[in-house]
């Protein structure tokens, strides 16, 4: 099994800063695509950003050139740096990666965190 643990999030003024961290742990061989997602009232989940193993990334269009995703493999970790922030920048903020449990996995399974909400607000 593997588990994402979610951190960093909170509540901020708008033009403030965030830094969502995100850990994975359990049975991992390695991790391709590594992304955020986040799900504001009433809405349906987006994507945020994604971030390949080659480090080759991709933003919603309502983020870019406010939010940075990045990836340590090292530490199995993912974090989005949130600039910028708009009030419609509040959503629960989750992390999500496919994962390869073991050499012999045929393919990557998709695991998702609990969430960490983000509130911007004066």
């Known amino acids: 099994q593997v588990q994402l643990v979610e951190s960093g999030g909170g509540q901020v003024q708008p033009g403030g800063s965030l830094r969502l961290s995100c850990a994975a742990s359990?049975?991992?061989?390695?991790?391709?695509?590594m992304a955020w997602y986040r799900r504001a009232p009433e809405n349906q989940r987006e994507l945020v950003a994604d971030i390949a193993r080659s480090g080759a990334t991709s933003y919603a269009d309502s983020v870019k050139g406010r939010f940075t995703i990045s990836r340590d493999d090292a530490k199995n970790m993912v974090y989005l740096q949130m600039n910028s922030l708009k009030p419609e920048d509040t959503a629960v903020y989750y992390c999500n990666a496919y994962v390869y449990a073991t050499i012999s996995s045929p393919r990557s399974l998709p695991y998702w965190g609990q969430g960490t909400q983000v509130t911007v607000s004066s």
């Open positions: 359990g049975t991992i061989f390695s991790i391709s695509t």
